[in-house]
């Protein structure tokens, strides 16, 4: 069974920084593409930032270009986000994600999220 926990999440003020981690179980980490998506209160779900299984290539949104690194330890079967110059704006909930797709099909996985908070 696929789990995913995030954890790291809490209250920094502007220009701080926050290093979340997502570790995976129930699944071969190392076979997977892994993305961060965070949502803020009344706003869609956005994504963050997005890891090839091997870690040879990532992608980020333009919101957070610059200030925001993914990466992962495949053989801890975590993932990480070292999030740098915060704003008041990246307030919300984080989430971790990975895909699989079988027989046409794809099924979507999601930790329960850890909140960031920046405020002064």
């Known amino acids: 069974q696929v789990a995913l926990v995030e954890s790291g999440g809490g209250l920094v003020q502007p220009g701080g920084s926050l290093i979340l981690s997502c570790s995976g179980s129930g699944f071969t980490f190392s076979k997977y593409d892994m993305r961060w998506y965070r949502q803020a209160t009344g706003k869609e779900r956005e994504l963050v930032a997005y890891i090839e299984k091997s870690a040879n290539h990532t992608h980020y949104g333009d919101s957070v270009k610059g200030r925001f690194t993914i990466s992962r330890d495949n053989a801890k079967n975590t993932m990480y986000l070292q999030m740098n110059s915060l704003k008041p704006e990246d307030t919300a909930t984080y989430y971790c994600?990975?895909?699989?797709?079988?027989?046409?099909?794809?099924?979507?996985?999601w930790g329960q999220g850890t909140q960031v908070i920046v405020s002064s």
């Open positions: 994600n990975t895909w699989r797709i079988s027989g046409g099909r794809t099924s979507e996985f």
